[in-house]
């Protein structure tokens, strides 16, 4: 669940900054929506397995998330900085669920696979999403900025 609260963190504050981008913005949206959707699996398989997850761990990745997004603000290429970043985020959660999916399949948690498995399935949609869409970001970035508008968000 950290993992996810972590990904929220670094969103949010990036969808409220895109203004030159919205085939961007709403990506990020559609896919702060299926996070908020992970989190409720995520609980969902804690409770049925009768654990609990750390809310102090959520806290702090969350806040290290903000701090990672807010740090990209100053840069005037904001807009590809962001999207190097969580297209490496997306491939990190992949490989989170991923184990995961290993460790309940191995350990006989058969409740928790279908979940995981929905949230495998929204993670490689975006990192696909954003590996599809870097060329088109960095043209966009580069003609906006050569026609002297704002390119950075």
Do not use: C
Request: charged content about 20%; glycine content about 8%.
């Amino acid at each position: 669940m950290a993992m996810e609260n972590q990904a929220l963190s670094i969103m949010k504050p990036q969808l409220s900054r895109i203004e030159n981008y919205p085939e961007v913005a709403e990506k990020l949206d559609q896919h702060i929506t299926e996070t908020q959707g992970q989190i409720r699996r995520i609980e969902e398989i804690l409770t049925g397995l009768g654990e609990d997850h750390s809310t102090l761990k959520d806290v702090a990745l969350s806040v290290t998330g903000t701090m990672a997004a807010l740090g990209h603000t100053v840069a005037g290429d904001e807009i590809l900085k962001n999207a190097f970043a969580n297209f490496a985020f997306e491939n990190f959660e992949i490989a989170a669920y991923k184990s995961l999916l290993t460790v309940a399949e191995t350990g006989g948690f058969m409740a928790a696979v279908s979940g995981l498995k929905a949230n495998l399935a929204e993670e490689e949609a975006m990192a696909g999403w954003l590996d599809g869409h870097v060329t088109m970001l960095t043209k966009k970035f580069l003609s906006l900025r050569m026609s002297g508008k704002t390119a950075k968000v």
